[in-house]
């Protein structure tokens, strides 16, 4: 792959304040400044996709797009084993189109009140793409998974989405309940994250 030019500014297809930060606090070493795409007062486009991988990529190449610059962008959400993958890629409305975080667990653990401990199995996955530009026909694509099973309860403060209902085996611990770098290091966006910046250094 083509070495990346250390003066790079790249747009991140989000305008959501924690995803910004940690984008910035990772590529900040490689001398990458990354910008939200609301510095361009940008609208979101439709998320047509059928998986993570796609609608990460609609995503980045509307940025680029739109901007003229490489963009990143990353597609996210919870997979329950005995909803056959769902709430999926409509993990943020899971409980209707303007549904909370609270809302959609709620549904979710309505949706899983009949299923035992031992079938509760789920994974967060997160897809990240990146394009040189809009119609970059070799897009680099990482994908994260962490592993765990949802809760009948929520446990604790901390975290966002279905943080609270996720456990994490190795941690002994809800998602909710890990301190920020904890999570970081051993979360979907994390694993993600560090297989694109491998593969982009490749």
């Known amino acids: 792959m083509q070495a990346i030019d250390q003066t790079d500014t790249w747009v991140l297809a989000s305008n959501n304040a924690g995803k910004v930060?940690?984008?910035?606090?990772?590529?900040?070493?490689?001398?990458?400044?990354?910008?939200?795409?609301?510095?361009?007062?940008?609208?979101?486009?439709?998320?047509?996709?059928?998986?993570?991988?796609?609608?990460?990529?609609?995503?980045a190449r509307h940025a680029s797009q739109a901007t003229g610059l490489p963009a990143l962008a990353d597609d996210s959400g919870l997979s329950?084993?005995?909803?056959?993958?769902?709430?999926?890629?409509?993990?943020?409305?899971?409980?209707?189109?303007?549904?909370?975080?609270?809302?959609?667990?709620?549904h979710l653990l309505q949706e899983l009140k009949n299923v035992d401990d031992n079938n509760r199995q789920a994974r967060f996955i997160c897809a990240l793409a990146w394009v040189r530009h809009a119609a970059d026909p070799v897009p680099v694509i990482a994908v994260g998974q962490w592993h765990g099973r949802i809760l009948k309860a929520p446990q604790g403060e901390g975290g966002f989405g279905y943080d609270p209902v996720f456990w994490v085996p190795e941690s002994s611990c809800a998602a909710a309940e890990l301190?920020?770098?904890?999570?970081?290091?051993?979360?979907?966006?994390?694993?993600?994250?560090k297989s694109l910046l491998a593969e982009l250094a490749s």
């Not at 998320?47 to 995503?59: D, M, Q, Y």
């Open 21 to 59: 930060k940690e984008f910035q606090h990772a590529f900040e070493p490689l001398g990458i400044q990354v910008r939200p795409m609301s510095d361009w007062d940008l609208p979101s486009p439709a998320e047509t996709g059928l998986s993570f991988i796609e609608n990460a990529l609609i995503k």
């Open 80 to 106: 329950v084993d005995a909803l056959q993958g769902a709430p999926g890629i409509y993990s943020a409305r899971y409980a209707g189109a303007d549904a909370t975080d609270t809302d959609n667990i709620e």
């Open 179 to 193: 301190s920020k770098e904890a999570k970081q290091a051993v979360s979907h966006r994390g694993l993600a994250l």
